[in-house]
Structures are given as structure tokens and as C-alpha cells.
């Protein structure tokens, strides 16, 4: 057999097998770039379900002024629906996406087998099962490829041209051409579970249902810190509702088959719902409830916090003392004093405090000339910070919060000094992302008074607060600190005291398997970069993240989560390993995974 075989006809005529949400979205993709569609699917209902949503999303395109209606014409007259496979006879190109069921594949594609011309390619949708077994049992293995869109098809700009060790170039080379002509951004991957996007998405929504499973944290307070920590368009557990709790469950099972990694072993929960019928939006429950099946709009139930939750109960706090002279030390005694608190910063001399409420000045002035701030408003609240060379000045604060360094034994010092300097029944804060806030209350002799609050940078734009009570933090204190979260404008979300805390313990192992994809030979950084960001609509790539945040702080957290843990999934690449070993830290270095011009 000629893998290279003679190159495929244009790819003009295509037929979309499976016409559920997927099949529906990629047709329409197809017939708004001039490719004559064929609609096949076994239920006329279906058929008819996807020609309604063209005309209703060209109709839309039209009242917009998107579209003319001679061009709505035209495209509605390009697709055509069939109930038999047999209208794929002379199709170019042939994508099946019907339901992931291996069965139900194999007989789509024994059957195209015997209708579609020689030359036709054929192409899986699956996003979990095995392109290479299905092109092995095809009569010419060498034209079948996988062509994974993700959904909606019309806005997703991501597509991953999957080949198997079968697949000839020239159909790759085909596919990918085409993908482009559709205007999408084609990533090509090798064939195994997951690919590239779906290979790091699902291991971390499959940990982030496991850690509602635990009861560590609740399904709002996880979605939202994901959302408002990294900036996410949808929490993780929302988006597990909107994939399909079964269909999850089936990626995950094929992804943990191939890698026997822990973290891709489906969460106990997500069979729990499935096997209830509870798979999300499409049966109008999940982990949340929706108005009725298929809606996106959430109902109460009986894990909704009821409102006002956890209101009042807290103690007065007017003055607050930061200590730390560095750049969340200063962002967050920006973002008490604009809210009107009166703030004492402390570092560790009179010249660093006095240099860290001028950067904090700079900052201001920013707001200023953006228009975020009225320069009356900048004056009062630097007016509000009260710089200190010791944290003395902290002798009648209401709340003290901590942003040293991230040293244990320095944090312990601190914690040690404020206990003998602040009066009693101030609250103690920590802001450490991956120390045990335990370990710094033991430091006292008030423990009931501390508790962890975990600002992100940059403090004053970053929305998110992780509130960690130990299990030692008081009732009070607790209150106290959601309390002035809102008053800061801030969100709070709850969590125990453990490694990671809610975001780091979800984000950072994703990193690192995305470290994995490199080392491996998977991907390249390119690739898994567009891939998230075109697929998983993240703000950033995965190494450009991880370049910002600092390889450095990204190996010392991975180290901290494996400690705590002990999965093996969870210890850190040795890619990063070398790469800190090497000086090449990220951005701060002019080096990291990536080079960068230095400033």
C-alpha cells in the first residue's frame, strides 16, 4: 500500500454524517464557505432539526446585516439532508460524528466503505476513540484521518487534524487546507485519546470534579475561582454540564486505557451521574439544575447557598496593616485604601515602605490617565496609606495581612511578631498560595484569629480571594474576612487548608501535563498554546503562562502539590526541572520556554 498515494479530488462536495449539535455546526461552517453539504443522519427528525438551525442562524446573520439575503439564499441551497448513507456517493470528503460509541462507528465506516469513490477521504469527529483502529479496519486506511472541531463549530476557530500511522500525508494536506479555507486554525496531533486540547482539558475538569466530590470546596466557589483566577469563560464544572457528563466520562475512561495516569481515572462522581441520567444541560441536571433540558439557565436547588449565607457575625476592622514592601504587598494596600480603610504598610525600613507607597502613587496614576480614577480619589487614598519601617506601627490594626516572601520559617518569624505586637482580636492573614496556613497560626498563641487570604496579581484588578480556614480559624474570623471581601470588592471563595488551595491545585497540574506533551514529542509549544486558547478559549497558552508566572514558582508549587498528594501524575516534568536548573525562568530571565528580547 502507497501511503502517499495520488493526491485526493478538491474537497467541494462534503458530507456530514451525525447531525446532533456537532454535525448540525460543522455543516453550517461548511455551507457558509461554498462547499455543497450533505446532511445524512437515521432520524428525519434530526434532518430536520439541523435545517431549521441553519435557516435560524443565517436568519439571525441577515437582521444583523451579516449577510445579505441572496447570500442566505445561497447557502440554505448548498445543504441538503438525506436519511441514508448511500447520499454519500460522491462525496470528496466525509465527516462522521456520530455519538462516541466504537460499535456504531465501525459500522458507519465499514458501510462508507462500500459507497464512497476511492479517492473520497474519510474522517472521524471522535475526540476519544482511536483513529488508527478505525482506519486499520477500513478498506483504505491510508484516506481515513480524524477532523476534530470543537464546539459550537461556527465560533470555535480551533481544529485538530488527527493522523494515524496509516493516514497518507497528501490526505492530511487536504484536510488541513481545507480547515484553513474555513477559516479555522488547524493544529495537527497524533493519534491518542484526548489529542492535545481535550488531552489537557479533561484532566483538569475531571480533578476539579473530584475535588467536589470531596466536599472541599463547592461547586460555585470552584467555578468561580477558576473563572476569576485565570480568567476563564466558564467555571469547570458548568463546562462539564455543557459537554455532556457522559461524554466526559467516556474521553477520560479511553485517556486513562492509554496513559494509566490516576488524574485521568474518572472521578467516581461523574459515573454516579451518568449512570442517574444526571449528564448536564442536554437532561437538565447535573452537577447544576436548568430550567428545563437543554437550557443554559441555572435553577436553585438543594446545593445552592442560600443568600446571604455566611452574612455578619464578624468583627469591626477600620484600620489595616500590610507587611511587605513587593508588588502584592503594594497592590493589596492599594486595594484597602481605595475602599476606604485606613492602611499601615510595613517593610523593613522606613526607606522600603516610603518606596513601596510610591509605587503604589505610580499605579494610582495610571488609573488617572486611563479615567478609572479622579485624581481627587488618588489623593485620599494614598492620603490613606501610612508607610512604617516595623511592624510596631501594626499595635492597633483590626486586621493584619501578611505578603512576605514565600519562606516558611519567614512567614513563621512574622506571624510570631505580630502575635506579640497586634492587640487582641485582630485578625491574622496570610496571603501564601501554596504554604500550610496552619503552620503559620502555630506560630502564635492565638491560632483561632488566623487564616489565609490569597489575593492574585495584580491585586487591584484581580478579582478573586481564596478565604482558607484551618481547622483551628474561628467561626468569627471567617465572617470577618468574607465581610471585608465585599467591602473591598472583592469575591470570596471558600477552602480548606491544603496545597494549592482551589486554583493552583487545578491550574499547575495542567501545566505540567502540558510540559509532558513537549517532552514526549506530542506537540509542540505552538501547537498546545493555539490549542487552548483556540479550543479552550484561555486567555493564554499554557507556556505562556507559565513563562509570566516564573518556571521557578512554577516547579517550587508543583513540588509542594506532589508532596501533599503523593500521585505520581503530580510530580513535577523533568523539562522544568532542568530548564529552573538552568537559570531559564521565564520572562524575568529573557528565557524560559520561549526567548525574549531583553528590556
Given at each position: 500500500?502507497?501511503?502517499?498515494?495520488?493526491?485526493?479530488s478538491?474537497?467541494?462536495?462534503?458530507?456530514?454524517?451525525?447531525?446532533?449539535?456537532?454535525?448540525?455546526?460543522?455543516?453550517?461552517?461548511?455551507?457558509?464557505?461554498?462547499?455543497?453539504?450533505?446532511?445524512?443522519?437515521v432520524?428525519?427528525?434530526?434532518?430536520?432539526?439541523?435545517t431549521?438551525?441553519?435557516?435560524?442562524?443565517?436568519?439571525?446573520?441577515?437582521?444583523?446585516d451579516r449577510?445579505?439575503?441572496?447570500?442566505?439564499?445561497?447557502?440554505?441551497?448548498?445543504?441538503?439532508?438525506?436519511?441514508?448513507?448511500?447520499?454519500?456517493?460522491?462525496?470528496?470528503?466525509?465527516?462522521?460524528?456520530?455519538?462516541e460509541?466504537?460499535?456504531?462507528?465501525?459500522?458507519?465506516?465499514?458501510?462508507?466503505?462500500?459507497?464512497?469513490?476511492?479517492?473520497?477521504?474519510?474522517?472521524?469527529?471522535?475526540?476519544?476513540?482511536s483513529?488508527?483502529?478505525?482506519?486499520?479496519?477500513?478498506?483504505?486506511?491510508?484516506?481515513?484521518?480524524?477532523?476534530?472541531?470543537?464546539n459550537?463549530?461556527?465560533?470555535?476557530?480551533?481544529?485538530e487534524?488527527?493522523?494515524?500511522?496509516?493516514?497518507?500525508p497528501?490526505a492530511?494536506?487536504?484536510?488541513?487546507?481545507?480547515?484553513?479555507?474555513?477559516g479555522?486554525?488547524?493544529?495537527?496531533?497524533?493519534?491518542?485519546?484526548?489529542f492535545?486540547?481535550?488531552?489537557?482539558?479533561?484532566?483538569y475538569?475531571?480533578q476539579?470534579?473530584?475535588?467536589?466530590?470531596?466536599?472541599?470546596?463547592?461547586?460555585?466557589?470552584?467555578?468561580?475561582?477558576?473563572?476569576?483566577?485565570c480568567?476563564?469563560?466558564?467555571?469547570p464544572?458548568?463546562?462539564?454540564d455543557?459537554?455532556g457528563?457522559d461524554?466526559?466520562?467516556t474521553?477520560l475512561?479511553?485517556?486513562?486505557?492509554?496513559?494509566?495516569?490516576?488524574?485521568?481515572?474518572?472521578?467516581?462522581?461523574l459515573?454516579?451521574?451518568a449512570?442517574?441520567?444526571?449528564t448536564?444541560?442536554?437532561a437538565?441536571?447535573?452537577?447544576?439544575?436548568?430550567?428545563e433540558?437543554?437550557?443554559?439557565?441555572?435553577?436553585?436547588?438543594?446545593?445552592?447557598?442560600a443568600a446571604?449565607?455566611?452574612?455578619?457575625?464578624?468583627r469591626?476592622?477600620?484600620?489595616?496593616?500590610v507587611?511587605?514592601?513587593?508588588?502584592?504587598?503594594?497592590g493589596?494596600?492599594?486595594?484597602?485604601?481605595?475602599?476606604?480603610?485606613?492602611?499601615?504598610?510595613?517593610?523593613?525600613?522606613?526607606?522600603?515602605?516610603?518606596?513601596?507607597?510610591?509605587?503604589?502613587?505610580?499605579?494610582?496614576d495610571?488609573a488617572?490617565?486611563?479615567?478609572?480614577l479622579?485624581?481627587?480619589?488618588?489623593?485620599e487614598?494614598?492620603?490613606?496609606?501610612?508607610?512604617?519601617?516595623?511592624?510596631?506601627?501594626f499595635?492597633?490594626?483590626?486586621l493584619?495581612?501578611?505578603?512576605?516572601?514565600?519562606?516558611?520559617?519567614?512567614?513563621?518569624?512574622l506571624?510570631?511578631?505580630?502575635?506579640?505586637?497586634?492587640?487582641?482580636g485582630?485578625?491574622?492573614?496570610?496571603?501564601?498560595s501554596?504554604?500550610?496556613?496552619?503552620?503559620?497560626?502555630?506560630?502564635?498563641?492565638?491560632?483561632?484569629?488566623v487564616i489565609?487570604?490569597?489575593?492574585?496579581n495584580p491585586a487591584?484588578a484581580?478579582?478573586?480571594?481564596?478565604?482558607?480556614r484551618?481547622?483551628?480559624?474561628?467561626?468569627?474570623?471567617?465572617?470577618t474576612?468574607r465581610?471585608?471581601c465585599?467591602?473591598?470588592?472583592?469575591?470570596?471563595?471558600d477552602?480548606?487548608?491544603r496545597?494549592?488551595?482551589?486554583?493552583?491545585?487545578?491550574?499547575?497540574?495542567?501545566?505540567n501535563?502540558?510540559?509532558?506533551?513537549v517532552?514526549?514529542?506530542?506537540?509542540?509549544?505552538?501547537?498546545?498554546?493555539?490549542a487552548m486558547?483556540?479550543?479552550?478559549?484561555?486567555?493564554?497558552?499554557?507556556?505562556?503562562?507559565?513563562?509570566?508566572?516564573?518556571?521557578?514558582?512554577?516547579?517550587?508549587?508543583?513540588?509542594?502539590?506532589?508532596?501533599?498528594?503523593?500521585?505520581?501524575?503530580l510530580?513535577?516534568?523533568p523539562?522544568?526541572?532542568?530548564?529552573?536548573a538552568?537559570?531559564?525562568?521565564?520572562?524575568?530571565?529573557?528565557?524560559g520556554?520561549?526567548?525574549?528580547?531583553?528590556?
Open positions: 500500500m502507497d501511503r502517499q498515494s495520488t493526491p485526493p478538491p474537497l467541494t462536495t462534503i458530507a456530514v454524517v451525525g447531525l446532533g449539535t456537532m454535525g448540525t455546526g460543522i455543516a453550517e461552517v461548511l455551507a457558509r464557505a461554498g462547499r455543497e453539504v450533505i446532511g445524512i443522519d432520524s428525519e427528525a434530526a434532518a430536520a432539526r439541523a431549521a438551525s441553519l435557516e435560524a442562524a443565517t436568519g439571525r446573520a441577515v437582521s444583523r449577510m445579505t439575503p441572496q447570500e442566505r439564499t445561497e447557502i440554505l441551497s448548498r445543504f441538503r439532508t438525506f436519511t441514508d448513507l448511500q447520499a454519500a456517493a460522491h462525496a470528496d470528503l466525509v465527516i462522521e460524528v456520530v455519538p460509541d466504537l460499535a456504531l462507528k465501525q459500522r458507519v465506516f465499514a458501510s462508507l466503505d462500500a459507497i464512497v469513490r476511492p479517492d473520497a477521504l474519510l474522517a472521524t469527529g471522535t475526540n476519544a476513540l483513529v488508527t483502529r478505525l482506519a486499520a479496519e477500513s478498506q483504505r486506511p491510508e484516506r481515513v484521518l480524524g477532523l476534530h472541531f470543537f459550537p463549530a461556527p465560533v470555535m476557530k480551533l481544529v487534524v488527527v493522523s494515524s500511522v496509516l493516514t497518507a497528501t492530511v494536506a487536504a484536510v488541513t487546507e481545507l480547515a484553513r479555507e474555513l479555522k486554525e488547524p493544529v495537527s496531533a497524533g493519534d491518542r485519546p484526548g492535545v486540547a481535550d488531552g489537557l482539558l479533561f484532566g475538569l475531571n476539579a470534579a473530584a475535588m467536589f466530590e470531596s466536599r472541599y470546596a463547592s461547586r460555585e466557589d470552584i467555578d468561580a475561582a477558576m473563572r476569576l483566577g480568567g476563564l469563560p466558564m467555571g464544572l458548568a463546562l462539564l455543557l459537554i457528563v461524554t466526559a466520562r474521553v475512561e479511553a485517556m486513562y486505557a492509554a496513559s494509566g495516569d490516576r488524574l485521568h481515572a474518572p472521578a467516581p462522581i459515573g454516579h451521574l449512570e442517574a441520567g444526571l448536564g444541560r442536554k437538565g441536571r447535573g452537577f447544576y439544575s436548568y430550567e433540558p437543554g437550557s443554559g439557565v441555572t435553577v436553585a436547588d438543594a446545593d445552592t447557598p446571604g449565607a455566611g452574612a455578619g457575625g464578624g469591626e476592622v477600620r484600620r489595616v496593616g507587611a511587605g514592601s513587593g508588588t502584592m504587598a503594594g493589596i494596600a492599594q486595594v484597602f485604601a481605595q475602599a476606604g480603610y485606613e492602611v499601615v504598610l510595613a517593610a523593613r525600613s522606613p526607606e522600603k515602605a516610603e518606596a513601596a507607597k510610591a509605587l503604589i502613587g505610580k499605579s494610582l495610571r488617572v490617565s486611563r479615567g478609572r479622579t485624581v481627587e480619589a488618588r489623593e487614598t494614598l492620603g490613606r496609606i501610612a508607610p512604617a519601617g516595623s511592624l510596631d506601627a499595635a492597633e490594626v483590626d493584619a495581612v501578611e505578603a512576605v516572601a514565600e519562606d516558611l520559617a519567614v512567614k513563621q518569624e506571624f510570631a511578631a505580630l502575635d506579640r505586637i497586634c492587640k487582641p485582630a485578625v491574622l492573614a496570610t496571603t501564601t501554596s504554604l500550610p496556613v496552619i503552620a503559620c497560626a502555630r506560630a502564635t498563641s492565638r491560632p483561632q484569629d489565609g487570604m490569597h489575593f492574585f487591584p484581580m478579582k478573586l480571594v481564596e478565604v482558607v484551618t481547622v483551628l480559624t474561628s467561626d468569627e474570623v471567617h465572617a474576612v465581610e471585608v465585599a467591602k473591598v470588592r472583592k469575591h470570596p471563595v477552602c480548606g487548608d496545597a494549592g488551595f482551589i486554583v493552583n491545585a487545578l491550574l499547575f497540574p495542567y501545566l501535563n502540558a510540559i509532558k506533551m517532552e514526549e514529542h506530542y506537540a509542540s509549544l505552538d501547537e498546545i498554546d493555539a486558547k483556540l479550543g479552550g478559549g484561555y486567555p493564554m497558552g499554557p507556556f505562556e503562562l507559565l513563562d509570566v508566572v516564573g518556571l521557578d514558582v512554577s516547579l517550587a508549587i508543583e513540588k509542594v502539590l506532589h508532596k501533599e498528594f503523593r500521585d505520581p501524575g510530580a513535577p516534568s523539562l522544568l526541572e532542568h530548564l529552573v538552568a537559570g531559564c525562568l521565564g520572562r524575568k530571565t529573557g528565557r520556554f520561549r526567548e525574549y528580547a531583553r528590556r
